[in-house]
C-alpha cells in the first residue's frame, strides 16, 4: 500500500507538471515578493528597468502563507467557515494520524538499532505521544468526515456538487479508522501493540496474531493509503502546482528559455472554437488569431 501510494503521488505529480503552462492569474501581493511590497500589494514591476534587474525569492514570506493554510486551512476559515468547522478535523486528524504513524515507525527502528536508549525515557515518551496523538487523531478524522458528509446530503448547494464518489471516500475513512480505533480499544493482553505490528511490518513477521477487529482495520487502512492518490482526494498534490504554477509564478519568462519555447510551441497550435468572434476555423493558429483584429478582421 505504502509503494502503491508513493508510486501513485510521484505519477500524478509528474503529470501536473508536464501539463501545458497554466494562464498566470498575475494577482499581487505575491507572497514571496519583498517584504515592504507585500504591504501595499505591490510587485518588482514598480522597479524601473524591472527586467533588467536580479530578482529575489522571500522563502519565508511563502512560508508564511502556506504553513496556515496547510495546517489549519486558513483560506477555508476566511471564506467558508461552516464548512471548516467540518473541514479541519477531519484534515488536522489525518495530520496526527500520519504523526502518530511516524512515531511508531521511528520507535521500532531506535529500538532494533539502540535498544537501551528506547528502554530508557525516551521509549515510553515517544510510546505515550503517539498514542494520545494516534487516539485524538483517529477522533477527529472520524468526527470531520461524518461532519461532511452529512453537510453534502443535507446542503441543497452542495448536493448538486456531490457524487456517489464522495459519499463512499468519507464512509470508507470512517470505515477504515473507525475499526482501527476499536480493534485497538478492545484488543485483548496478549495482542501485539503499535510497536509489535511495526517490528512485524518492517521484518516481514508474518507469525504475530492480529484479532479480527484489529486486522479488518489494518486491511482497511491498507487499502485505503493506496486508494487515496489514484481519485480526486489527491489534491494536496494538485493544491502546490495551483499555488506556485498558477497563483505566485511570476518569474519573467524572458528568464526562462523552456516556458519560452513552450509558449513557441503553443502558437502554433490551431484553433477550432465554435465563438465566432475568435474566428477558429481549423486552419489558423494562435499566432495568426492573436494578431488578427476580431472587429475587422485585419491584423493589428
Known sequence: SALVFLSACVIRAVRYARMPVHLRWELYPVPHEDATRVKHGGSYFETTDWWTQPTHFNLWGELKVMVPEMLFLKGLWEFNRKMWFRSFPFHFGLYLLIGASGLVTLRALLSSATPDVTLSGLGPGLHNLYTYTGLLGSVLCILGALGLLIRRLSDEELKNYTTKGDVFNLLFFVVAIGLLLSGYAFK????PGPMALAHGLL????????????AAGLFAGALLVAYIPLTHMSHFIAKYFTYHSVRWDDVPSAKRAKIQARIAEYLTYRLTWSAAHVGADGLRNWSDIAMTNPTNGTKK
Open 188 to 191: 485483548g493482553p496478549d495482542s
Open 203 to 214: 521484518t516481514f513477521d508474518t507469525s504475530l496474531r492480529v484479532p479480527g477487529i484489529l
